[in-house]
């Protein structure tokens, strides 16, 4: 069993930026895969970064690339997401997650373990 916690979320400007901060229990993350994803106000959760068991490769939402950086800290069990340039359109509900693979992917169906979420709103 894996328990996730995110924090980092909250109430900034546009062209502000957060870092989303996801810790992990229960398990070491070492050779799993990492993702956030995220769901706003009446639509469907989506991907918006995900991360390999060593960092080496990263996948991104092209609505966040060039915007976002996701990496991880395996001696910490712990992902981040450091968003910069953040819009109005960025504003929802940011969940981590992990995928018992060592290769991530951007399919939410094949990640195993979800945190609750952390809101991050932006205003214009």
């Known amino acids: 069993q894996v328990s996730?916690?995110?924090?980092?979320?909250?109430?900034?400007?546009?062209?502000g930026s957060l870092r989303l901060s996801c810790g992990a229990s229960g398990r070491s993350l070492t050779r799993y895969s990492m993702g956030w994803f995220r769901q706003a106000p009446e639509k469907e959760r989506e991907f918006v970064a995900a991360i390999s068991w060593s960092g080496a490769i990263t996948y991104y939402a092209d609505s966040v690339k060039g915007r976002f950086t996701i990496s991880r800290d395996n001696a910490k069990n712990t992902v981040a997401l450091q968003m910069n340039s953040l819009q109005p359109e960025d504003t929802a509900?940011?969940?981590?997650?992990?995928?018992?693979q060592t290769l991530p992917?951007?399919?939410?169906?094949a990640y195993d373990y979800w945190g609750q979420g952390t809101q991050v709103s932006v205003s214009s």
Not at 4 to 15: I, K, N, P, T
């Open 4 to 15: 996730l916690a995110e924090s980092g979320g909250g109430l900034v400007q546009a062209g």
């Open 93 to 100: 509900v940011y969940s981590c997650a992990v995928r018992l």
């Open 105 to 109: 992917t951007r399919d939410l169906h």
